[in-house]
Structure formats: structure tokens, C-alpha cells
């Protein structure tokens, strides 16, 4: 246990100097953290800051956090699926609770009101997570999102769309303005089609992208981590491919 702290201590110092020193990027240690993930199949136990500290844990990374189920990054969670849950969870209560307190304010002054606004604030709230985390644990957090827009768009119209003898009102609030519907994308529809958009998305991005024809400079846009290549073996994400 100590050996395998003190390496997960000599990795996070040397992530700091390279940061600093290689990509010349200032980092600020206290907003870091030390994430020592679980070992997969050994639930057993984590190491202690005191255990770290003795591996080395002290002096350049002494005011560093240290987690052992996971962190949050550009507001996504990442760690175990136990931890990833959880702080979805509390995200999505975050937003309903916004949604609600929306649909108490405006449901009696002003329902058209109410309806856009739910429409286009909590619908779109949390669209950045369905890019960014696999749809195992998103499952949850859009169905939520559905029946809360189902909820608003209720009490904006008195129109039930979860009424399973009505089917046909509940799929016309799914179609687009110009079809004589509500025009509003059921998240748990585009759980699977964010994420991988999401995830081809920075694929591509990761590598050196090839002209597109003649007379443009190759590469045409460089990938900000060219090094991807070693992992990603025979991939070409052309501006077509992009596309598609």
C-alpha cells in the first residue's frame, strides 16, 4: 500500500511540473486534487492523506485535496459509478428545484410565459452532461427532466400528456412547430445521440486534422493531444466524417 501511494503521489507531482514547465500552464494546486481510484476488482481500502503524506504527499501538493471516489471537472463528475450518480443526482435536484419554483411563479400570471420559459431553461439544462456521460448513468437524470417538462406543459395548458388513454396529445408536444406540435425533444430521446455526438466530437479534435483538398496546410487544424494517435490507430476524422 505504501508503494503503490507513493506512486500515485510521484504521478500527480509530475503532472504539476509538466503542466508548468511543457505546456506552460500555471497550475493552482489549491483548486487540485489527488484522485486515488478504487483498483478494479479490490473494493478494499483507500489510502489515507496521512498514508500519502508519508509517501510523499507534503511540500509542492501539501495543499491538495484528496479523493477517493471521484471529482468534478468543467461541472461533469468523474470517478465511480456510485460517485457519478450521486452527484447527478444532486445536479438534476439542483435544476428541477429551479424548474418548480419557475412553474410557481409565472403558473398563475402568465401560462404562456410559464410554458417558454420552462421550455427553453430546464429542457436544455443539463444538455452538456448527455454529451459528456455515458447514457448508463443519464437514463435516470432524463426522465426526470421529461416528467418535469410533462408537469410544466400540465399546468400551463391543463392538457395531462401522461394520460395513457391519450396518447396522440403526448406525441404532438414531441413534434416541431411547423407539424402543429409543442416542438419540445424528449431528453430520454437524445440520451444515446448526445453522447455520442459529444464523444465524436472531441475525438476529432484530439488529432491533427488532414487538408481537405489541395493548397491547404496540412495538417489544416492541429489536434490539441497529436500523442491520441498511439491509442486511436488508424482513425481519420475528415471534415466529411465530422459531418456525417
Not at 478504487?38 to 479523493?67: C, F, I, N, T, W
Not at 450521486?86 to 418548480?100: M, V
Not at 432524463?142 to 400528456?161: G, N, Y
Not at 459529444?198 to 486534422?209: A, E, I, M, N, Y
Request: with cysteine; glycine share 6%; charged share 20%.
Amino acid at each position: 500500500a505504501a508503494a503503490a501511494a507513493a506512486e500515485a503521489a510521484a504521478q500527480a507531482r509530475a503532472f504539476v511540473t509538466a503542466c508548468r514547465e511543457e505546456l506552460q500552464v500555471e497550475v493552482s494546486v489549491g483548486k487540485c486534487l489527488i484522485y486515488v481510484p478504487p483498483v478494479e476488482g479490490d473494493p478494499g481500502p483507500r489510502y489515507s492523506p496521512d498514508e500519502l503524506k508519508l509517501a510523499g504527499h507534503d511540500g509542492q501538493l501539501a495543499d491538495m485535496k484528496v479523493s477517493y471516489e471521484g471529482f468534478i471537472t468543467a461541472g461533469i463528475p468523474i470517478g465511480t459509478d456510485a460517485y457519478v450518480e450521486r452527484e447527478l443526482a444532486n445536479l438534476t435536484d439542483s435544476a428541477l428545484a429551479i424548474s418548480q419554483k419557475i412553474t410557481t411563479t409565472l403558473r398563475i400570471r402568465n401560462r404562456q410565459s410559464l410554458w417558454q420559459t420552462i421550455k427553453q431553461s430546464t429542457a436544455t439544462r443539463l444538455d452538456h452532461v448527455l454529451r459528456c456521460v455515458h447514457p448508463r448513468h443519464t437514463t435516470n437524470l432524463c426522465a426526470r427532466i421529461d416528467a418535469e417538462l410533462h408537469s410544466a406543459f400540465a399546468q400551463a395548458t391543463d392538457v395531462d400528456v401522461t394520460d395513457i388513454n391519450d396518447t396522440i396529445t403526448a406525441r404532438r408536444l414531441q413534434l416541431p412547430a411547423d407539424k402543429r406540435g409543442a416542438g419540445l425533444r424528449s431528453r430520454t430521446w437524445l440520451c444515446d445521440p448526445c453522447f455520442v455526438a459529444g464523444t465524436c466530437g472531441v475525438l476529432s479534435r484530439l488529432l491533427d486534422s488532414p487538408p481537405p483538398g489541395p493548397g491547404f496546410p496540412n495538417p489544416h487544424r492541429s489536434g490539441f493531444y497529436p500523442q491520441a494517435a498511439d491509442w486511436l490507430p488508424g482513425c481519420n476524422f475528415s471534415n466529411q466524417i465530422g459531418r456525417a
